[in-house]
């Protein structure tokens, strides 16, 4: 029998610089995602609560927030980043906290912009008692 070659395929990966670009913050109540993006929406880097080591009630507090936010923040620093959009959805305890920690990070946030979905009406309400 023959052995089989193995050939490895490498990816080719250009440097790649980025001045400024869009953090997008989704803050739940049990976990905070974020995203980092270039101007035109190409994913460059993310992290969430529960990447950065955090399990169950844990990843729900402010400090797994900036955990996260910290982790995107020196993949960020890599691309050349100095500023940055910012674009916070929901309700959970990261909101502020994510916001704390790219100021501290040296990041200039040029925009904040709270995204969160409103209904305009909500779902059909249930139907009157009767007694």
């Known amino acids: 029998m023959a052995k089989k070659q193995i050939r490895s395929i490498k990816k080719q990966t250009t440097e790649r610089k980025v001045t400024s ?6 803050a ?3 976990n905070t ?3 980092l993006t270039d101007a035109s929406g190409n994913t460059l880097a993310w992290g969430t609560s529960g ?3 955090f399990k169950g ?3 729900a507090t402010p400090f797994a927030a900036i955990s996260a936010m910290e982790k995107v923040i020196q993949k960020a620093k890599e691309f050349g980043m100095s500023s940055c959009e910012v674009y916070i959805k ?3 305890p990261g909101r502020d906290a994510t916001i ?3 100021r501290s990070a040296g990041v200039n946030i040029t925009m904040i912009a709270d995204v969160t979905p409103i209904p305009h009406n909500g779902p059909r ?3 009157r008692r009767r007694v």
């Not at 670009?21 to 989704?26: E, F, H, I, N, S």
């Open 90 to 92: 929901g309700p959970g």
């Open 57 to 59: 009630a844990r990843k």
């Open 100 to 102: 704390k920690a790219l």
């Open 33 to 35: 995602l974020v995203t």
């Open 21 to 26: 670009g869009r953090v997008y913050v989704t």
């Open 125 to 127: 309400a249930k139907k």
């Open 28 to 30: 739940t109540f049990n």
């Open 51 to 53: 990447a950065a080591g």
